[in-house]
């Protein structure tokens, strides 16, 4: 595709309930990142995947997250016994590999609201 | 622990008038500095990254200027479609490939 796209773009949850955040990154793009960002601040790393293989995933707070990239494109973010302080903006970049001179592209984000 | 912090927080100019905004760093081996746009209810856009001292790059009104300690964004009579929030953040040889950002400048252009 042209871009980074994420889905939903919206999500409003119950606290306790589980979720999952979709990005579909730009096409041949191996490299693909998680990052969260809260109200005034910048994005925080969750997680890093080179291919199929989470490679860095020490920005993940707690064991209620998760991440998946089966295939080594698409990739799904999971909350279970979401809180309400897991309330933000969750954003998935990419780049064509990793390595110094890659740029990261970023999606348009998913809002998620835990009432 | 790579750490970036912006200044100011917030920055209003009427249009026309330039100004600078500040990203102040500590990184482990700069692997490299980026800033990136981000306009309300949307992702991060890339601008820029700069990876040695005295490296400068230019794109419309915006010019980057990188030192051994901070960087900066100029720009140059800017005007109301430049509003946006500006991100900075580096990427160190002990954080591997994640980005660390500083909290950003929101920029205001008032017509």
């Known amino acids: 595709g042209a871009g980074v796209s994420q889905t939903p773009s919206n999500k409003v949850t119950e606290k306790g309930k589980y979720v999952e955040l979709r990005c579909d990154p730009i096409?041949?793009?191996?490299?693909l990142y998680w990052y969260r960002q809260s109200l005034g601040q910048g994005p925080e790393f969750l997680i890093y995947?080179?291919?199929?293989?989470?490679?860095?995933d020490s920005g993940l707070p707690n064991d209620r997250f998760f991440a998946v990239r089966p295939e080594g494109s698409v990739s799904t973010l999971k909350i279970q016994r979401t809180e309400r302080g897991d309330s933000a903006v969750y954003l998935c970049?990419?780049?064509?590999?990793?390595?110094?001179?890659?740029?990261?592209?970023f999606g348009p984000g998913t809002r998620l609201t835990v009432l | 622990e790579d750490q970036v912090t912006q200044s100011p927080e917030a920055l209003r100019l009427q249009e026309g008038e330039s100004s600078s905004l500040n990203c102040s760093y500590t990184v482990s081996g700069l692997r490299g500095l980026f800033w990136y746009r981000q306009d309300p209810g949307k992702g991060p856009e890339f601008l820029f990254t700069?990876?040695?001292a005295g490296e400068e790059k230019e794109k419309e009104r915006l010019k980057a200027t990188l030192t051994k300690k901070e960087s900066f964004l100029h720009i140059t009579a800017p005007k109301p479609e430049d509003s946006a929030t500006y991100l900075c953040?580096?990427?160190?040889?002990?954080?591997?490939?994640?980005?660390?950002f500083g909290q950003g400048t929101r920029l205001t252009i008032n017509p």
């Open positions: 096409s041949g793009h191996t490299a």
């Open positions: 995947f080179q291919g199929t293989g989470a490679a860095d």
């Open positions: 700069l990876y040695s």
């Open positions: 970049a990419s780049s064509q590999a990793a390595g110094s001179y890659n740029e990261q592209f």
């Open positions: 953040a580096v990427r160190g040889f002990q954080g591997a490939q994640k980005l660390v």
